[in-house]
């Protein structure tokens, strides 16, 4: 019994082999994204990524956090504060002052005397869910486009080996928290009169006081737990975070209710945060994310929600949203 | 707007008052629970607490982490080897060998030298599972009793403000996991055939190699991110962090594949793991559950769908079970 977790190979597989470097005979959700063609990939616009440096950590170490916000129709009117602010260089010299264990890492002027740039819009709470019917209309066939392209994947496939194959959503319609629920340019969405992002793992929004204040965006938290969806309609979520989130996630967390810190020195400085379109060239980082209208996302959306790949024994037969990320990547540079 | 977010008392309610210290006209779901009389709390017994001492951290600070074994039927093989494995001390200067984002902490012998003691169980995959029908049958039936208890505290609160009230589950009736799920004797667990425990967030379950191999329980991993119910039936549950979970979910993410820490430098020695019942009286931790079988529970699962606490402005309609945690509080010594 002992010699089965004795050897290096056998550690390195212990639990969930997902960056497995041999692809098996039935590849992971992993090996099925990498696998995809280089047109399943959309470059994500540098104009279109929040880059946050904090200070160095303790060893020295630059300590990067890139954020991708999310496009229209969702959001716009807190995302275009955060133009401003990060514009204005207005989170420079401030910090993160709240790490909520399974909850939300949040960051801000915690000195509460730093004026806002001029300008900022005041965001009506109904900006939480899109309501113009076309709008909502055309992302709802982007939803259905990707839900029968997975019906034709699971079709097809119980034409061939292995026999039976199940589909994420097959046994429910749809999810506690909506009416229906689904992937729309990239990003996980529900609806039922309206639409709205959802709060999934690594989700950024904008902290509030009570309504109908819905906060300026000066104030954003992501985060580090179990989907918090009880938040979706509740607050804005503005975009994910799509690298470096282990130097939000494995922050001490604060002692104070709600997580906040108790002393100054227990906060982490921001060093700045900029939208990449802003830096440098050469210091723009580049994402790209697995198209969710492609053919591969579908086949790793039904490997998320059944997993084959040889560690499993019994693959789930669905899935949560918050369980299928979606895949993202960085762009080497050339 | 910027003087909404410029108080001391603004910056503690941003988000989620869950921790508020004024109690609302309609009490959070943390409200509800404190306010659950003396008889709907369950006192845990200390032979089923699992007791970690970590290495205190840089500053000296000790670092406990405490886990609540799963009672019977479920998992009980791999808890027996658990036992016996504190029992001999076996895990004393072992380690945390893993810290994977959004995902796992996973500890035990890094060094894969260590002679595990005589006599542990081989358990078999079948016991991911309960399927001994009389079990089952009574474990549905608490369920089910907890389900009515719901429904009745819903028709009840609908005769009277607020006059709208949704349950979880109410959209959905089974999870994409199961065909039904809810909480029996303070644990989630989840069933179609058979029934099985659930990984939410702070599960702690047995790394394993390929199957047919089940783990000894040496090799075990507790949940940091989005519940990882693919592993549900594919991995024995055995328990739950209760208290320090933030001593793991903190630490460094290694940076090979899988999480896995590079140097030996990286991990965390763990100093002991004993069974509480085997520290002196006055070292052993207590601590004690709402009662899923409660009225305080019902009411407080139907508010942790439904927020309806000042900071809310629409109320979910559902929940997912993971979004639901059974509380747990320490007794403080008499």
């Not at 401030?94 to 965001?123: C, F, H, M």
């Not at 839900?147 to 699971?154: C, D, H, P």
Request: proline share 8%; aromatic share 8%; glycine share 8%.
């Amino acid at each position: 019994m002992k010699h089965l977790l004795l050897t290096a190979a056998a550690a390195a597989s212990l639990i969930l082999p997902v960056a497995a470097s041999e692809p098996s005979a039935i590849p992971s959700p992993g090996e099925i994204a990498e696998a995809a063609p280089t047109a399943d990939w959309i470059a994500i616009a540098p104009s279109d990524l929040l880059v946050m440096d904090l200070a160095p950590d303790a060893k020295g170490k630059p300590r990067r956090v890139v954020i991708q916000l999310m496009p229209a129709p969702f959001s716009q009117g807190w995302i275009g504060n955060i133009r401003k602010l990060a514009a204005a260089h207005w989170w420079d010299g401030t910090s993160i002052n709240r790490v909520q264990d399974n909850y939300v890492v949040q960051w801000g002027d915690a000195t509460e005397k730093k004026v806002l740039p001029e300008g900022l819009a005041a965001v009506p709470e109904r900006e939480y869910q899109v309501r113009d019917t076309a709008k909502v209309m055309s992302i709802i066939e982007t939803i259905h486009g990707n839900k029968e392209r997975l019906k034709a994947l699971v079709k097809e496939q119980r034409r061939s080996d292995p026999p039976v194959i199940y589909a994420p959503d097959m046994r429910t319609k749809v999810d506690p928290y909506a009416d229906f629920q689904g992937f729309a340019d990239g990003w996980p969405v529900a609806g039922s009169t309206g639409l709205w992002p959802i709060h999934c793992y690594g989700a950024v929004g904008v902290g509030r006081n009570m309504s109908p204040d819905t906060g300026s965006g000066a104030e954003l938290y992501a985060v580090i737990g179990h989907a918090p969806r009880h938040l979706d309609r509740n607050i804005a979520v503005v975009g994910r975070v799509i690298s470096g989130i282990e130097h939000l996630s494995s922050l001490p967390r604060g002692t104070e209710a709600l997580g906040f810190y108790k002393a100054e020195a227990e906060r982490t400085l921001i060093a700045s945060i900029r939208i990449a379109s802003e830096l440098p060239a050469v210091e723009q980082p580049k994402f790209e994310y697995l198209s969710t209208e492609s053919d591969s996302f579908a086949r790793y959306a039904d490997a998320r929600a059944n997993r084959r790949d040889p560690f499993f024994i019994r693959p789930a037969g669905g899935a949560d949203i918050c369980n299928i990320p979606v895949p993202v990547r960085p762009v080497a540079a050339k």
